[in-house]
């Protein structure tokens, strides 16, 4: 005999957990949001209306371990997206995009696009230097020359970059 | 007739159409490289628009949002790789096409079809915006709010798997929108003591880091697939006997994708379906579809431009966006401080009239280049993965700094990209989170006031047909879908063990 299905969705009982832990903290954070007098704020003071989307987001998420009762396709159809791991390459793409956004403020937006246009390529395994090489410089030359010289951006120059404007 | 044509000279400058010929080049090139979409390309380009005047900035967007959708179909018929997700019902009839030598006129189909929605819509656009906005003109506060939320609905129910989900989604980008001083009191809302914040959170950035940043990372693991491509491409325009076949097909797709388009939700995606099925349920050859019926190209390319002209209705009379790249657009008229509504057409009429004017150019444009460059288009392909994304990468970054001038909203633009990614995954669309964002600051307004209106008393806003009629549309919206998948439960024949699905 073929055991019961649940009637919770393991993964999506976790998710709406998750989300209903969020709702909380940030319900917590109006809270310590200035008071104002009510005839100031008309009767609906400055944390009412995100204290609304909050009860909606949370009541909202409660229904989640249980929506693969009534979507077309059920748990499959919920599933589709997650149920390959992270690959190891899209969690090393977060990170290195993380230290070069991190890079910008040392050496400023210029020397970082060519860092991120010479690394990224590398990590996903461009190994043809004759074109890397020229891209890596060209291109984000080219783009930050037309922001700073066409567009008339500035651009900070970081703790030890160089800056167009 | 007077704006109109104040509308047709503005565009016909010649540096305002170089603008909207760049806009074109643009979006077919976007349009054709898979993972890049017309909601990703306007966002790149906001930054790049903030420094021109208005009207071009604007007409370039909408020559990108029309050109966009139809350069999808270049790759759906020569790759069988949609360039967009509107161009997925292109693909099933088109690539057989091409298989069997018949890319040329597969092509010809695609860019006649897609003028003819688009045109189609367009006109339905120049009559019904000034009219939507004239009735939306006496809409109060609590009108507002109701037609924001059956909008918010809309989407909700349309895109995506789970309506649920893409409810959330809405309700965390409304929320994202509370960031920021509150208009009425003063008070500091979830800045966290950072004074960027205290304006609020700008649209580029999380616009840049949900449709970039989180498809970058998606495409981290397929960086390495290499397509086959079909080589030998000769364009033709459709035979009288091809246009003979399809004439029915073309006017019932656009009178879709239109309709589709004015309605508050995903449009082109959407359309593309229902005009590839609708084509297909009128057919007299229902068994050619999948194997390169030319019906199914004209079905979904004219439904799925004409979503476009049909989704700038309601996103420019009432301010609230019919589809994600319309949503996106929407952002960048605010980012020119112009506010889409309806006073748009009292204060300054001239730009729907420009928008009109540009996109019909667009259409125009689209088709000239689309035959004449199709092949060339088709071989943006042959560009690496691995040095296109970083590339997006360095335009996202340098993009989002842009706007304004602030390395708080390249982080802001990194975290939307890491958000976006793990939403995706769990199936939480990145439209709705947009749509909310943008809508939020009107939602909180108009509830507010509806409220003070009221003297809190929530029982009132049922005192309006208006509102009424928008909060049973809302309700049809959000359980139309489980309702139907439960009644086709109930109703499906109980599969006999062993039997053949």
């Not at chain 2, 790249?325 to 001239?350: K, M, Q, S």
Request: hydrophobic share 55%; aromatic share 10%; glycine share 10%.
């Amino acid at each position: 005999m073929r055991p019961a299905a649940s009637w919770v969705h393991g993964p999506d009982l976790v998710l709406a957990l998750v989300i209903l832990a969020g709702c909380g903290i940030l319900y917590y954070v109006t809270s310590t949001f200035e008071e104002v007098a009510p005839l100031f704020a008309d009767n609906i003071g400055p944390s009412w209306f995100p204290r609304l989307m909050l009860w909606s987001i949370a009541l909202l998420a409660l229904v989640l371990p249980f929506e693969h009762l009534f979507v077309v396709g059920g748990r499959k159809r919920l599933d589709e997206d997650r149920t390959d791991r992270v690959k190891p390459i899209a969690l090393a793409t977060a990170g290195l995009l993380l230290l070069l956004v991190l890079a910008v403020e040392l050496v400023g937006m210029a020397l970082a696009a060519v860092l991120v246009s010479a690394f990224l390529p590398l990590l996903w395994g461009e190994r043809r230097y004759k074109v890397l090489i020229p891209f890596a410089i060209l291109f984000p030359a080219a783009v930050t020359l037309l922001f700073a010289r066409v567009l008339k951006i500035y651009f900070d120059p970081g703790l030890f970059g160089f800056a167009f404007g | 007739m007077e704006y109109l044509l104040h509308g047709f000279g503005e565009v016909l400058e010649p540096y305002n159409l170089m603008v909207i010929l760049i806009g074109v080049l643009v979006g077919v090139l976007v349009g054709a490289l898979p993972g890049l979409s017309s909601p990703m390309a306007v966002a790149l380009l906001i930054p790049f628009t903030l420094t021109l005047e208005p009207v071009p900035a604007i007409a370039m967007l909408a020559a990108l949002y029309c050109a966009g959708t139809f350069g999808g179909s270049i790759t759906a018929i020569l790759i069988n790789a949609p360039g967009t997700p509107p161009a997925v019902a292109t693909a099933f009839d088109g690539y057989p096409m091409a298989k069997r030598g018949e890319a040329g006129r597969a092509l010809g189909m695609a860019a006649v079809a897609s003028v003819i929605g688009g045109v189609f819509s367009l006109i339905v656009f120049l009559l019904a915006t000034p009219w939507l906005a004239r009735v939306a003109l006496e809409f109060r506060p609590q009108e507002y709010f109701a037609l924001t939320l059956f909008a918010l609905s809309m989407l909700a129910s349309i895109s995506g798997r789970s309506s649920i989900r893409n409810l959330i989604s809405g309700a965390l980008g409304i929320l994202l929108g509370t960031v920021g001083v509150h208009l009425t009191s003063g008070v500091e809302r979830f800045t966290f003591g950072v004074a960027e914040l205290t304006d609020g959170i700008h649209f580029v950035p999380v616009l840049i880091g949900l449709f970039a940043m989180s498809e970058l990372l998606a495409q981290s693991s397929t960086a390495k697939i290499a397509y086959e491509r079909i080589t030998s491409i000769v364009i033709k325009l459709p035979s009288k006997a091809d246009f003979l076949k399809v004439r029915w097909t073309l006017l019932r797709s656009s009178c879709i994708g239109t309709f589709i388009g004015i309605l508050p939700a995903e449009g082109s995606t959407v359309a593309a379906i229902i005009g590839y099925n609708e084509a297909k349920r009128f057919s007299k050859d229902k068994a050619e579809f999948g194997k390169g019926a030319i019906e199914g190209i004209a079905g979904p390319e004219a439904a799925n431009n004409a979503a476009t002209g049909g989704a700038m209705v309601p996103t420019l009379a009432l301010g609230i966006p019919g589809s994600a790249t319309a949503a996106v657009i929407l952002a960048a008229l605010v980012a020119h401080g112009v506010r889409p509504g309806p006073r748009l057409l009292n204060d300054t009429p001239e730009f729907v009239y420009v928008i009109f004017a540009a996109m019909l150019i667009a259409n125009l444009m689209f088709f000239a280049i689309g035959l004449g460059g199709a092949k060339v288009f088709s071989r943006i392909t042959l560009i690496p993965r691995t040095l296109l994304w970083p590339a997006v990468f360095v335009f996202s970054m340098v993009g989002a700094y842009s706007a304004a001038s602030s390395l708080a909203d390249v982080w802001i633009m990194l975290l939307a990209g890491f958000a976006g990614f793990v939403m995706q995954r769990h199936g939480f669309g990145a439209a709705p989170l947009v749509m909310g964002l943008i809508l939020g600051r009107l939602v909180e307004e108009s509830l507010s006031q509806s409220m003070i209106i009221f003297d809190n008393n929530w029982l009132r806003f049922f005192e309006s047909p208006i509102c009424l009629l928008f909060f049973a549309l809302t309700l049809l919206g959000l359980f139309w879908s489980p309702l139907i998948s439960a009644l086709q439960r109930r109703g499906a024949p109980r599969r006999v063990p062993g039997a053949a699905p």
